[in-house]
Each structure stands twice: as C-alpha cells, then as structure tokens.
C-alpha cells in the first residue's frame, strides 16, 4: 500500500456504517465505490492520468497520487515552463506538453486531472469528455453559470466520468456531521453560517510584470470570481447537502475594502441565499481580519454542528455532576448574580459548552492555506476518481452537488455586483433535489 492510499474499509468503519452493508451506504451513493465488493472489480488496475495545470494545486495532487496504487501519470501540460519543469522533476517518466488539446489527441491517456485558473475549466473539461477522457475538474466548476450548464449538459450527454474537486463529500467529518443532519440529531435546521477569515493579500509574487495577470489570475475578474469561486464555493455546498433544495432568492454586498492595490475581485463580502421556507445560509468572508477563520455551522432547533471543526453541541447539554456544577459557579462567579437554586444552575451560554467531535482523530485546519490540507478528504476524492477511471462508470451525486455550489457562487457574485436580489433563475435548474 502507498503513503496515500486510502484504507477505505477504515473510512467507512470510522462513520459507523460497517456491518450495515449496503443499506447505509445506499445514503451515501457516492462513497459505494470503496465497498469491498466493488474493490475486487477494480482488479488493482493503474488509471492512465494526464495532469493539466501544474501550479500548485496540480503540484499538490501530483505529489499525493504518486503514492496511490491506482494511479499512473502518464502526462503533464502546463503553458508556464517553471511549473511544467516542477511537475517533470516528480514525474520524469510522463510525457510533456504545452497544449492540453494534444494531450486530449493522445491514447495513452485515459483521464485529465484540471487544475488550471477558473477561466480554462469549462473550455478544458469540454473538450477532454467529448474526445472521450474522463475528468477530474478542480473547483469551481467555471467562470460563468451558462459555462456549468454546459459542462453539466456535456457530460450527461457523453456519459464519461466527471468529478469537481469538492473535498468536502469525501471528508469524514463533514460526512458524519451530515449524516447527523440527515437523521434528526440536531432537530429542524434552521439557519447557516459559512464564513471564512484571512488576513494575507492573497497575491503571489511574479517574476516579471508582464506575467502579473498569468500568474495572479485570482484577482482578476476575467480569470477568477474573486472569494465567491475559490473559497465560497466549498461552504455553500453544505446547503445543498443539507437542505437538499435550492434557495429561491440571492442578495449580497461585496467591496474592495482593503487591499486597494489594483485588484478586480472584491476583498470583502457578505451573501444571503434565502430558502423558500425561511431558512437563510450566509456567507462571510475578509481577507484583512483573521480572528475567526473559517466554518461551516448548522444550526438546528436541536443542536448545532461546527462542520470543519468537527464538533456538534446540543442546545441542552447533558447536566454535568454537581460538584462539577459547582466549581464552574466559583469559576464564572455565578453566585453573584443568580439564585443557587433551580435549573440555573447550569450556565446556558454557548462558551460554556465544550461539544463534542463527531468522529474520532478529527482533523482541522484554519483555512489560511487551501492548496491542500491534511485529512480534508482531497486524497480521498482523487482516488476515487482514479477507481471510477479504471471503472469508467460516473459517481452519483457529486458533479450535481458541485454544480449548484458553483452556481450558488456566481449567483451570489451576480446579486453582489448588480446590487440586486436575484431569483434563482429556472434555465439553471437540473434535474436534483428539492426546488420548491
Ligand atoms: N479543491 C481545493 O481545495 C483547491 C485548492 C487550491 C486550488 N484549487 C483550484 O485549483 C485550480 C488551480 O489553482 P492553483 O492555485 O493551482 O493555481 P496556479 O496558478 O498555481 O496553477 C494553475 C496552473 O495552470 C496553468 N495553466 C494556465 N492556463 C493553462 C492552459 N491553458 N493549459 C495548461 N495549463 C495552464 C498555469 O500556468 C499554472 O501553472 C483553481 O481552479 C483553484 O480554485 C482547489
């Protein structure tokens, strides 16, 4: 077994689902593929990977599939010559090349793997699925919504194996955490908060001016969608999840607030996705505060969850003992203020409830660097995309999770930019969930 091969009998066992057979797993349509059974099928068969873009998120896969059994790159294509020369010292065996079509001409390759700026992702990941390559496309799906649409439609219509780099659904903490939205355990949700916080310009440094717009393409609009497509996108995928609907209304206010040194995309902005039954999901984010990094939090009548933090809290805690109970009236000085009889006893605020994980060896990270980050299901996902490579069968429920994440994104960068509040718009609607 390689460094980063997954042990998927542990993954499934860790969400408690082993010795539940496939009916558990039939919640989870999209985890089916590291069933044993499913395994066995695989016949410890390589799939054949192209890698286009060879920045750093490439440079980061790269660097994980080389240690996964069920991964062979057999080609890298970059148009910047540095990166390129990066991935081949990894990968010297892998061909090279600076024009993806040609890497699309080519039979020995089976699947791309995209990690190009936002702006190539759709003309990329078209091309490839109608030349019959299976995809691995990062996030976000694309520059513009008619763009998902057409990515979706395109691979509906080729039937080829498509995967977005939405980590999230491969990360046991989020899977558990919905897992526990999904049963009841926090009651009727009834609000989210995504929010995520950096303090860093968010700019990477160039060599020469003229590559200024190459290499931060980031913070330009004809590149990038600023903070709603490369950090929003992940977060607003939890409403989807959650929900299982979509919102019926978008409002937002996004500013340049800060960092004023000739970016496009805003530095600050703040979105409400409204569902049709009153719930609203936010989502925050400034890049020149970092106090409160980043989260995903369900709120419900129940209970709540802290989704990259991996904690869940009910609204009533259990009643520590009373000695317990007592030394925390010293420590906040309770007996001041309140009587020390009846229920007061237990302090109700929420810092006075610690919560608890709702896996095991829960692992987290602040959000200041999303190349890649340990246990965020990343690895997991790749994987899984080289099994459904040598499988050639697509995966159920992540390009349509995916799709409306990205959609939500742009809808929200749309209603930001247009300061209007936007109705979903019907000809976005895909054949998923909920829409009422
Ligand atoms: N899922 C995640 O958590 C995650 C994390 C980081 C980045 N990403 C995504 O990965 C993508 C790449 O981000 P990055 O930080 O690696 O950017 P980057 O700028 O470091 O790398 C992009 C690479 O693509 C190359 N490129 C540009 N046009 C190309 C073309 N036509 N053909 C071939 N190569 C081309 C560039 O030269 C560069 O080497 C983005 O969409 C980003 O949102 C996802």
Request: charge should be negative.
């Amino acid at each position: 077994m390689g460094e980063s091969d997954i042990d998927r009998r542990a993954f499934i066992k860790q969400l408690g689902l082993i010795g539940q057979g496939s009916l558990m797993l039939s919640a989870l349509p999209w985890l089916e593929g590291f069933a044993a059974d499913k395994q066995k099928e695989l016949k410890g068969e390589k799939a054949k990977i192209a890698i286009i873009g060879t920045g750093s998120r490439g440079l980061y896969h790269i660097n994980n599939m080389l240690s996964m059994s069920n991964a062979d790159i057999v080609a890298l294509c970059d148009i910047y010559p540095p990166h390129l020369e990066d991935a081949a010292a990894l990968c010297p065996k892998a061909k090279k090349y600076t024009d993806y079509r040609e890497v699309l001409a080519s039979t020995d390759v089976e699947g791309v793997l995209i990690a190009c700026p936002l702006h190539m992702h759709a003309p990329i990941t078209i091309d490839a699925l109608n030349a019959g390559k299976h995809v691995f496309c990062e996030k976000s799906m694309a520059r513009t919504p008619e763009q998902c649409k057409a990515m979706y439609d395109t691979y509906k219509m080729t039937g080829k194996v498509l995967y977005i780099g939405q980590q999230r659904l491969f990360d046991l903490k989020y899977i558990k955490a919905l897992e526990m939205v999904h049963s009841g355990k926090i009651g009727e949700v009834v609000g989210i908060r995504n929010f995520w916080f950096r303090n860093n310009d968010w700019r990477r440094p160039v060599p020469e001016p003229s590559l200024e717009r190459q290499i931060n393409w980031r913070l330009y609009k004809e590149y990038s969608g600023g903070l709603m497509t490369e950090l929003a996108t992940h977060q607003l995928q939890i409403g989807t999840w959650a929900l299982k609907r979509i919102p019926d209304y978008i409002m937002g206010s996004g500013d340049i607030v800060f960092w004023k040194d000739g970016r496009e995309v805003y530095d600050n902005v703040n979105v409400i996705y409204h569902y049709s039954n009153g719930v609203k999901m936010t989502f925050e984010s400034i890049i020149s505060n970092k106090r409160y990094g980043m989260d995903e939090q369900i709120l419900g009548h129940t209970g709540t969850l802290e989704l990259a933090m991996g904690k869940y809290y009910p609204e009533e805690p259990k009643q520590a003992p009373g000695i317990q109970q007592f030394i925390n009236q010293i420590e906040h000085k309770a007996f001041d203020n309140i009587s020390i009889a009846g229920p007061s006893w237990v302090p109700e605020t929420a810092s006075e409830n610690k919560g608890e994980f709702v896996v095991d060896n829960v692992k987290t990270h602040d959000g200041s660097n999303t190349t890649g980050a340990v246990g965020d299901g990343s690895i997991e996902l790749v994987s899984s995309f080289c099994d459904s490579v040598i499988s050639g069968k697509p995966i159920p429920v992540l390009v349509e999770e995916a799709y409306y994440s990205s959609i939500l994104a742009l809808l929200g960068l749309q209603a930001m930019e247009e300061h209007k509040i936007l109705a979903f718009p019907e000809e976005y609607k895909i054949p998923y969930l909920n829409h009422a």
